[in-house]
């Protein structure tokens, strides 16, 4: 697809608007004290990925791929680590966190997958990825803030948003060969459709008894008997399709295209907005406060994100200005 900066540029503002969101979605009274965590987790997954079907579709058909039992084993395992194991973290991070907070823990999951992918890939790694790291573990610190007892932050909510980040970076890093084979856009979908269907037989377990006992034992009674459709009125349905159709679908195709009509470097801009945008939504909608342990997280995150992504933007940079300065050379009249 043809490059088109000021599109992609439109792409990246409705991408980063649509992810800022999600976290107060899924806290706002009309979803959180209506639809069970575990029910709104599968359902948002399932009914996005069937959006993302006949894009996916489209895009296998251009690319002439077809894929086989080794794309569909990959696909199982990238969907278990995204939805039944990152997301159901997140939900759970979310329902017991602040979502502000939650969406600045959630938005180092691209530092991670850097670090990952130097781990168990042996993707380079520069000193500029690991100063990003550093800062964000920093941000990290002033989130809790250790030294204040009852600043109002959960520390499991925290644990659970790192550990969702975690995992979604594994997710990402894993589906890299399957995502330069297929496109993006496939492995999301496949993801979505085969995490949540992964997730909801584990549901369907907790209307058995021996699933219920096992649960149970596991301290795992979210699980059990969890209405999939229950909830879903006048009034709770635009939150619902929001969450399930723009935040889980429409979000990914969004980011797709803008890096196509730009770069990956570029459109890894969302999640440097994000940290900002997100925790005030969360203020102009929840209530949310942002103390000054938040404030000082957020500055240390967008330190570490603006070390992660502009040595990346002037590497893109670099090689267009030595090919314009070469044209406009050759273009001089000979003496």
Request: with cysteine; hydrophobic share 55%; aromatic share 8%.
């Amino acid at each position: 697809m043809k490059k088109n900066p000021t599109v992609g540029y439109v792409y990246i503002a409705l991408c980063t608007l649509i992810f800022s969101t999600m976290e107060v979605m899924l806290k706002m009274p009309a979803v959180s004290g209506v639809f069970k965590p575990m029910q709104i987790t599968v359902d948002r997954f399932v009914i996005g990925g069937l959006c993302l079907l006949p894009i996916a579709a489209s895009a296998l058909k251009k690319r002439g791929v077809r894929l086989n039992g080794h794309d569909l084993a990959s696909l199982a395992l990238t969907g278990f680590l995204c939805v039944p194991v990152s997301m159901v973290l997140y939900q759970l991070a979310i329902s017991c966190g602040r979502a502000g907070m939650v969406a600045v823990l959630f938005s180092g999951n691209p530092l991670f997958v850097t670090l990952l992918a130097f781990l168990l890939l042996g993707e380079a790694i520069r000193w500029n990825n690991i100063a990003a790291l550093a800062l964000e573990v920093c941000g990290i610190v002033a989130i809790i803030n250790p030294f204040s007892a009852g600043a109002g932050i959960s520390l499991p909510s925290v644990v659970m948003a790192i550990l969702s980040a975690l995992v979604f970076a594994l997710y990402s890093v894993l589906g890299k060969k399957l995502t330069a084979r297929c496109g993006g856009i496939v492995v999301t979908c496949g993801s979505f459709l085969f995490g949540g269907g992964e997730l909801l037989l584990l549901l369907l377990l907790g209307y058995t008894a021996p699933g219920r006992d096992v649960y149970g034992a596991l301290g795992l009674a979210m699980f059990c008997e969890v209405p999939l459709l229950a909830g879903i009125s006048p009034a709770t349905l635009p939150y619902f399709l929001f969450i399930c159709v723009v935040n889980s679908a429409a979000g990914y195709v969004f980011h797709m295209l803008a890096m196509e009509k730009t770069s990956a470097a570029t459109t890894s801009l969302v999640f440097f907005f994000k940290p900002v945008l997100a925790p005030l939504i969360a203020l102009a909608v929840l209530g949310e406060a942002i103390t000054a342990p938040m404030a000082v997280g957020i500055a240390f995150f967008l330190a570490g994100s603006l070390c992660g992504i502009v040595p990346k933007l002037l590497a893109e940079r670099r090689p267009a200005g030595i090919a314009e300065e070469t044209v406009l050379e050759e273009d001089l009249p000979e003496e």
